[in-house]
């Protein structure tokens, strides 16, 4: 059973910088693609980017892009987002994902990890 565990959440000031992490257990990730949503006060739950594991390759939404960095850590079974210049629009709970390349929706989560930017 796969399992998805986030860290790295935290209070931080705009201007700021955090990374977050998700240590993945129970699967063979290189057949996953991992992804990173969040979902602020009051939003729905929106797609932030994607990396597949035995590649490397990265996606971004285009509202992030520049400032969030998606990263993997095959031997750690580690993901992790890195988000500069953090804007207190960026303040949400932020959720690790994963999926088999050949599903079509995400299927495993975690529980996820609340970032909050003060102003």
């Known amino acids: 059973q796969v399992q998805l565990v986030e860290s790295g959440g935290g209070l931080v000031q705009a201007g700021g910088s955090l990374r977050l992490s998700c240590a993945a257990s129970?699967?063979?990730?290189?057949?996953?693609?991992m992804g990173w949503f969040r979902q602020g006060p009051g939003k729905e739950r929106e797609f932030v980017a994607s990396?597949?594991?035995?590649?490397?390759?990265?996606y971004y939404a285009d509202s992030v892009k520049g400032r969030f960095t998606i990263s993997s850590d095959i031997a750690k079974n580690t993901m992790y987002l890195r988000i500069d210049r953090l804007k207190p629009e960026d303040t949400a709970v932020y959720y690790c994902?994963?999926?088999?390349?050949?599903?079509?929706?995400?299927?495993?989560w975690g529980q996820g990890t609340q970032v909050t930017v003060s102003s």
């Open positions: 990396i597949y594991w035995s590649s490397g390759t990265p």
């Open positions: 994902a994963a999926r088999l390349i050949s599903d079509s929706a995400y299927n495993y």
């Open positions: 129970g699967g063979t990730f290189s057949n996953y693609r």
